[in-house]
């Protein structure tokens, strides 16, 4: 009878396995086999109208630290392309934080309503969080124009005499990050903060914490997956931003994610572009394993 | 349907559980149980939580397989039969009641899967309502009802496909003492009209003993004594049953003689006493015998066949009380007294009395 | 240290500022939106005049657009396809994952089904262009507009998957328990009980498959040919050469779709779990 247990248990695996079959199916024909093409491509030399000629070479990879001399092809070191993920990098990292920033005291606010008004407040950065980024970009390109509200309003007031530039610079690029991923920082810290105890913030007063204390001692370590969660959910999509840069950078000031679309678009070289493309999945891979480790070591200490 | 379920001739069926076992990796759940509940009986499986209980009762649903043995449902093996083709309905202990449907939807569920006509369908659940009191209910939410009237409904649900067995996971647990009490003595009126055979599963001893026609008291995963109310509560198997079972007092002793279900021990505090034998007693050797502490008589110190002992605390439960006192040799040993007017007054903590065994009314245990 | 709030009871869950920085927060989220919104009913000639005075005329001029409403419904039937298609898969998929005995190669699956969300959007996109043209070039297949639908269903997949995934983790097993103890078979068990306790995470995920895909741009943009213009490449299309407040029209149709199905999502997960 335990053989017959046994065989219901590898049934009901076999059901399971065949279930989640047709979608392992579309995400493998779509999501990992099109990578592996990207890897493939890295390693080929450029077509002349895009796409790649099927010859082993490692240019792309070359070129991402070097400049080949069109002469004498010698190599010498370039860091145009490492500045710009550099540059990404400071982004990611500068968004991520003031994300950290603003978004803990929001989450903490709004889990600290009372129930009723906590689910207006989710809703209320529920819709932003999954409204269409690309109008959001744009509606931030209205804000900062040099016609503007920021501009009109200042030159209203008498404020300045002529408008001040706003838009096409690093200011932009950040300002459009922080409030196109803000949502993605604010919801997991409130869903962490919810589920607190605030007896435990009694206890740590009652063992003469001071506000201070409790919040840096009691709330913010408790609530640390959240802030993890967070992180990672505004690092990975600011470190490939695509659409903010191209709006409010105005294509002089390059992420790492409009230089890749460039090398697939009017550059033609998809080998280089691939190039990119898998130096930033390792950059990012690495970056969630960093992240979830920490996060790991929270649970266990 | 080549289906035992649809064939519903008998009320209560007979179950027999052989030499059942159920492990869980290492882990023995349940360990060579063997029982047989009769037709129309109420029987209960008492036990401390983690003692096996449910494991066996989960597997006479059919929601876990045996790792060995049988459970014949009248005489024929159901042990793999999954459970919708079991003639046997649960009543969960947090009733599982569809919040999806209304309170005849739920009660109807069973009969509708039988593949039963719309028109039995309402009558049942009509009848099912009437049978748990609860006649207008039928178009309500389950999810408006309260705490009593789910498990009415869960009751009536269970019922309504007239099963040979109904199986009672916990399903008083929930509820407030009061409540409890009213539900016992209805459960019990339930399995006296329905004539089916309940299989109730309880850690609680108090319920147990009100309700059940028999019980099975289990520990670690094995059944330790069957038997009847009185049986399990006068005559204990074991230490443990004796001590899970009401309160008990335990004294340490020689036997020194027995004959005709009763044997003479010499108490390690001093006193003789004539003590109920169970039948695997050996008949000579050190023992342990249990007395229930109203069994317990408070007399004057010094009076012959008691022993002297002090007052460590007087607890007051309304109608009695308990008196908690200490033998010279260290025991410790509870005095349950009535309270009534004229009652022996000015009992205090620290103060001398004696307590008196009355001859054949503790029971002798196998050490 | 902690103050009596006038309730007389110390309030120890305030923080000085927090409620400033929320509330600004909330304001500079919705700013921009808002803006975007009441300048698409300005009576102006330029998208960059100040305020004229209230008028519909850019919707006006909006119904008239042919490519807006062509983009508008390519935009609807692949979000459509997409959503069907990814709701059943997620749906099965969160079936086969969730409240299981554990199977070899169940966490790798679950991996797989995510990982739409922690790869960066223009590496998808790059790869699906580079995965569509190898094939268009190897076999001399070209899908149309079918590779804007499979390539949506693929990354939408998750944001169906996960919703439904949390409703199935809240559902009381002993429920089907029930149902098998009452004479259900697997079938009905499913189809009486599962079924409809799971209906509410399987419209929430089907709407949040279906505004992730209405609101794609950067995969779409890559892999899309001529014309096969949704409606975001649409508004991407005419952000440079459109001055007048039509765009602001556009954009504000675009928000109010995926707000009605953001709070369509909301509404469906906030629904009790009874």
Known sequence: MSELATLQDKEDTRRHRLLALPAILIMIALGLIPLMIVVVYSLMAPGEYGGVVPKFSLEAYVSLIFQRDMFDDTLTFSPAYLEIYLRTAIFGVVTTVLCVLVGFPTAYFMATRPADKRNIWVLLLTIPFWSNLLVRTIAVMFIIRDEGLINTILLDLGVIDHPITLLYTNFAILLGLVYSFLPFMVLPIYASLEKFDFRLAEAGFDLYANRFQVLTQIIIPLAKPGIVTGSILVFVPAFGAYVTPLLLGGGSHLMIGDLIALQFGSSRNWPLGSAFSIVLMVIVMLALLFQLRRSGQVKHG | ?367 | MASFASTGKIDIKRQTGFGFIAVACLVALYLPILVVLVFSFNNAMSIGASWQGFSLRWYVTLMKNQGFFDSAILSIVVAVAATVMSTILGTMAALATTRVKRWRGQGATMLIITSPLIVPEIVSAVSLLAFFSFIAQAFGISFGILKIVLAHTSFCIPFAYLPIKARLEGMDVTLENAAADLYADRWKTFRYVTLPLLLPGISSGAALAFIVSFDDFTITQLIAGPGETTLPLFIWSRIRNIVTPELNAMCTVLLLVSIAFIILSFVLTKKKQD
């Open chain 2, 1 to 367: 349907m080549s289906n035992i379920a649809s064939s519903q001739t008998a009320k209560g069926g007979s179950v027999s559980i052989l030499s059942v076992l159920k492990d869980f990796g290492n882990f023995r759940a349940v360990n060579d149980v063997s029982i047989e509940i009769r037709p129309n009986e109420f029987f209960t499986l008492l036990g401390p939580s983690g003692c096996g209980k449910t494991t066996l009762l989960r597997m006479l649903a059919g929601f876990e397989a045996p790792t060995d043995g049988k459970i014949l449902l009248d005489g024929s093996d159901i042990s793999m039969l999954p459970p919708n083709r079991r003639p046997i309905n649960t009543v969960f202990q947090n009733y599982a009641l569809f919040p999806h449907m209304t309170v005849a939807e739920n009660i109807g569920f069973g009969l509708k899967m039988l593949g039963k006509s719309a028109a039995e369908i309402s009558a049942t659940v009509k009848e099912m309502l009437r049978l748990v009191r609860l006649e207008d209910a039928g178009n309500r939410s389950v999810t408006q009802l309260s705490g009593g009237q789910q498990q009415r409904i869960a009751l009536a649900r269970a019922l309504a496909p007239k099963p040979k067995l109904l199986l009672l996971d916990e399903p008083l647990s929930a509820l407030d003492l009061k409540l409890r009490k009213s539900m016992q003595i209805e459960l019990k009126r339930l399995q006296q009209e329905t004539e089916i055979t309940f299989i109730f599963v309880t850690h609680d001893q108090e319920e147990a003993l009100t309700m059940s026609d028999r019980i099975a008291v289990m520990n670690g995963g094995k059944v330790l004594q069957i038997g009847s109310a009185h049986d399990i509560y006068e005559h204990p198997a074991d230490r443990f049953v004796a001590g899970f079972i009401g309160e008990t007092n335990f004294l340490e002793g020689e036997l020194t003689a027995s004959a005709g279900g009763a044997g003479t021990v010499n108490l390690r505090c001093g006193v003789t006493v004539e003590a109920l034998t169970a039948k695997s007693v050996a008949s000579s050797g050190s023992v342990t015998i249990v007395v229930r502490p109203e069994q317990l008589e408070m007399v004057d110190p010094g009076s012959p066949q008691s022993v002297d002992a002090t007052v460590e605390q007087i607890v007051y439960f309304g109608t009695d009380r308990h008196v908690h006192a200490r033998l010279g040799d260290g025991t410790a040993l509870t005095i349950r007294q009535q309270n009534r007017p004229g009652m022996r007054e000015g009992l205090a903590e620290g103060q001398k009395i004696g307590v008196a065994i009355p001859p054949r009314v503790a029971q002798i245990l196998k050490d």
